[in-house]
């Protein structure tokens, strides 16, 4: 199935709901939370849907490889996604930048250390505060794509929000009692302390600096409701004048999942019970 994922994806006609033209920043991050994880996941018929679509890994990469920034839609919890990446990034070359959701913009000077090849990919998850994280999510794949960009010195950029030492002592508390959102936060947490979890300022963010590379292209590893149209593209769109390519999955292609999941408690906690 990996020969229909590209830039064409986006002309799929899709039944959506569409965000307000301003972006506005409530009802912006709140439609995160009633989108299916991918929007191939949306189609009836996906074979009668691609059926004119339908391109070769090589020949998606020669689409991709002309592009100026190129989306992975990241199905966080799947490690044989992961393995896709991998495999594309290595058709792609390594003539790019890369922007991964797994980092913070706060880990920069760490982030350039491993490109560089001056710090380990452990020494970069402790630097970081990440080595549990990584271990208790049992990887997901993340560190193959880490070891292959590290592999290639490819200088890698963190695009998620930072977080304050506080909230993130408090998460990794959480996480390790098995607890979900939402939380009560630690007294004396403010809204601005809160951006961490901003999916808009997330965008914005990935958007503002997708121009920043002329002389090579920006490849984005990012949640994939972040790549539904009215979201990430439209604002890169906004903000360069030209559409993203988008990466895409059928979910249906990864054992792990098996069908619709949507970005919610209960099903979050249903995905967990499948995969382990």
Known sequence: MLGVLGARLLNLPLNKQKLLKNFKKKEYNDSYFKLPVSRISEIKDLEEAIADKIITLEQMCQELANSRNIIFSDVHFSKKQKSHIVKILEEMGD??????????????????????????????????????????????????????????????????????????????????????????????????????????????????????????????????????????????????????????WNLEDFEEYGGDVFVNDESYNKLRERIG
């Open 95 to 248: 003539n790019y930048v890369a922007g991964m959701e797994l980092f913070r913009r706060n880990h920069k000077r760490n982030l350039r250390k491993y490109s560089k090849g001056k710090i380990s990919q452990e020494e970069l998850y402790s630097r970081i505060g990440y080595t549990f994280l990584m271990e208790s999510y049992g990887d997901f794949g993340y560190k193959d794509v880490v070891t292959y960009l590290g592999s290639k010195n490819i200088k890698i950029i963190g695009i998620n929000h930072p977080m304050t030492k506080k909230l993130e002592k408090f998460l990794r508390k959480m996480e390790e009692e098995g607890k979900r959102p939402p939380f009560d936060y630690p007294e004396g947490t403010s809204e601005e302390d809160l951006n961490f979890a901003d999916f808009y300022l997330r965008d914005k963010y990935v958007a503002e600096i997708s121009d920043d590379f002329p002389k090579r292209p920006f490849v984005i590893i990012i949640g994939a409701n972040h790549c539904v149209e009215d979201h990430l593209p439209r604002m890169i769109k906004q903000k360069s004048g030209i559409d993203p390519s988008v990466v895409e």
